[in-house]
């Protein structure tokens, strides 16, 4: 069996961060990275409007730690906040080092733009193709430190021995086969799950996976209720429409040609927190004022020029794939689930309640957005967790005495996979899936009640029972994508239980959790953290207090 020091499973910007940050504070451990994908496909590419620092003369992290922690609407924990937002400077600095090439104001200084919930001009960028940006230069550095990858690999299971985590077991998409990997530390870093919905800006990929691997070891998922709904994303697929172009001044107008932000936030406008804009969208869409289930995104007014200097991508995405060219007319947008807040209960060195387990990017929670994350802090967020979840890790696996394993959990995932190839059917995993994604993202998506909750929680344990007989059409062992789709399905529905549970029984609406049967946000009873763990009848919900520095909350 191979075994290493450090096994960090997903290579996107967190992963990769954290694998350079382990490498460069102990050069001499073994560090290997594993991903279902090739690592620069990982959704961290995808990435368009930009990354949060405070780099103006006028701006501070103060200033922004106070942003994240309103926008997020006090439920963040305000010593993460503080970490990530003073730290953020340093790394915006080491990944142009690394080699990101930014885009530049007239004199030459990193430009920064502004964005939704944040009270200054602090979000850097590449035109709108950011995290293809970073992830490039940072997978750059991890070929110049030869680091390995497990590339093409799917975890299956973690190995977890005597309360400690030990290692995973791991399908071999290429050559088919299951294995168990060793290592004194394995940190995960394996994104999000908005394909729980059917309308995501996420990948396909994005199957929240390791937030599945953590929970059914007996980790804590912390806050999963709290999904993010982007106000923009193009009619029907879903793509991202990224806040950039409301950054860059684009308007948000309904069917009357009115611009309805200055309904619901006169302020702010176009750039209030997305779970406003989001809830305000959804508003006029029920009461009739939408175009075609949509509301238009204006940009014509910003002029030819800017358009494709700043928003090249955004302008070919809407040709493409809606047959508009926003030089010429407004793109038809509506929300759709971007990004999950929750996540593996982490510290602020991404340690999680299970020794020898790490966690860190979208699929942690630390907790720095809270109830709602602004737009930029997200690939902050896997920059500096992924650096310092690499950094404790190096520690803690440079201290540990190697060890033995067990193959147990080998077997028993044999067993496992066994099963789902005897599998008789009649159903495939997609139809599975495509009856989740529609069920969650009607009764929970932008609007929850008790009686929408309620009805998705029975049809889920429904799927749930289903998703274990689907039947494979491939039965091979190359390249079987069949198989990673069903295990993928798996982990879509332990997440789906643990968004319900968290969402059924919050009673009170705080940023992207809004229930039209508790409108109001009730700082007495639910200023707390969900906390779900695992148990054979479904999530039991525990809670934990936030925590309150600097900022109180109003
Ligand atoms: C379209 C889009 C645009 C965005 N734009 C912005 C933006 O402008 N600014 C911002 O701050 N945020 C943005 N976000 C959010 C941000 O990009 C993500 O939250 C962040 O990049 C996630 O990075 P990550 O490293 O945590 O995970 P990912 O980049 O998603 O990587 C996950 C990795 O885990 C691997 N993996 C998963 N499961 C398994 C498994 N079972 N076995 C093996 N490997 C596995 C995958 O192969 C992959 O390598 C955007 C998100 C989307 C979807």
């Known amino acids: 069996m191979k075994v290493h020091d450090i096994l960090i499973v997903g290579a996107g910007l967190a992963g990769m961060r954290a694998a350079i940050a382990a490498h460069s504070h102990l050069a001499h451990l073994d560090i290997a990275l594993l991903s ?43 010593d993460a906040i503080e970490a990530m937002c003073r730290e953020a400077s340093g790394d915006i600095l080491d990944l142009e080092r690394m080699g990101v090439i930014f885009s530049r104001d007239e004199k030459g200084r990193i430009a920064q733009r502004p964005f939704g919930g944040a009270g200054f001009p602090r979000t850097c960028y590449a035109a709108d193709r950011t995290g293809h940006a970073i992830l490039h230069a940072m997978y750059e550095q991890l070929l110049k430190r030869r680091i390995f990858v497990y590339e093409e690999w799917y975890v ?71 999904v993010q709904f982007h106000p923009t994303t193009l009619k029907d697929t879903g793509i991202l429409i990224t806040e950039g172009a409301r950054g860059e001044g684009g ?6 040609g009115e611009r309805f932000m200055k309904t619901y936030a006169p302020e702010q406008m176009e750039l ?14 029920l ?85 709602n994350r602004l737009g930029g802090n997200s690939l902050l967020e896997t920059i500096v967790f992924g650096r310092r979840a690499g950094r404790r890790a190096a520690e803690y696996a440079a201290a540990k005495v190697p060890r033995a394993l067990s193959d147990a959990t080998l077997r028993t995932e044999e067993t496992r996979i066994r099963t789902l190839m005897g599998n ?21 998506g932008i609007f ?8 998705a929680g029975e049809k889920v344990r429904e799927l749930k029972a289903r998703a274990s007989h689907v039947w494979l059409h491939d039965r091979g062992k190359i390249f079987n994508t069949d198989l990673i789709q069903a295990l993928e399905l798996q982990a879509l529905l332990e997440i789906a239980e643990t968004i319900l549970a968290g969402a059924l029984a919050r009673e009170e609406s705080r940023g992207a959790h809004y229930r039209s049967d508790f409108p109001r946000r009730d700082d007495a009873n639910w200023l707390k953290h969900t906390l779900a763990y695992r148990t054979t009848e479904g999530a039991s919900l525990k809670y934990a207090p936030v925590t309150i520095t600097r900022f109180q909350p109003k």
Not at 185 to 206: C, K, P
Not at 293 to 307: E, P, S, T
Not at 424 to 444: D, F, H, T, V, Y
Not at 448 to 453: G, L
């Open 251 to 256: 308007y948000l107008l309904n069917t009357l």
């Open 36 to 78: 279902k994908v090739h690592p620069v496909r990982s959704h961290s590419v995808a990435a368009q409007g930009g990354i949060n620092a405070a780099l103006g003369e006028n701006d501070s992290w103060e200033a922004h730690a106070f942003d994240t922690t309103k926008g997020g609407l006090y439920l963040g924990d305000q």
């Open 287 to 371: 009461e009739g004022r939408g175009v075609d289930g949509c509301v238009l995104l204006d940009l014509r007014h910003l002029g030819r020029a800017r358009i494709l200097e700043r928003l090249p991508q955004i302008r070919e995405l809407s040709v493409e794939f809606a047959g508009v060219d926003p030089i010429e007319s407004p793109i038809p947008v509506r929300p759709g689930a971007h990004y999950q807040m929750g996540g593996v209960r982490t510290n602020q060195w991404g340690e999680t309640e299970l020794p020898g387990l790490y966690a860190a990017g979208e699929c942690a929670c630390v907790s720095v957005h809270g109830a």
């Open 156 to 226: 299956t299971s973690l190995i977890v021995e005597e309360g400690v985590c030990r290692g995973v077991v791991a399908w071999d998409l290429l050559h088919g086969g299951l294995h168990a990997i060793g290592a004194k530390a394995v940190i995960l870093a394996t994104g999000g799950s908005g394909r729980v919905f059917l309308t995501s800006t996420n990948a396909v990929i994005n199957t929240g996976d390791g937030m599945a691997l953590a929970y059914q070891a007996g980790a804590p998922l912390e806050d999963m209720e709290f």
């Open 424 to 444: 008789k059917g009649p159903e495939r995993a997609w139809q599975i899936r495509e009856e989740l994604g529609k069920i969650m993202s009607l009764n929970l």
């Open 448 to 455: 929850r009640t008790q009686k929408s909750m309620t009805e």
């Open 272 to 285: 209030a927190t997305r779970s406003t804009v989001s809830l305000a969208i959804g508003q006029e869409i």
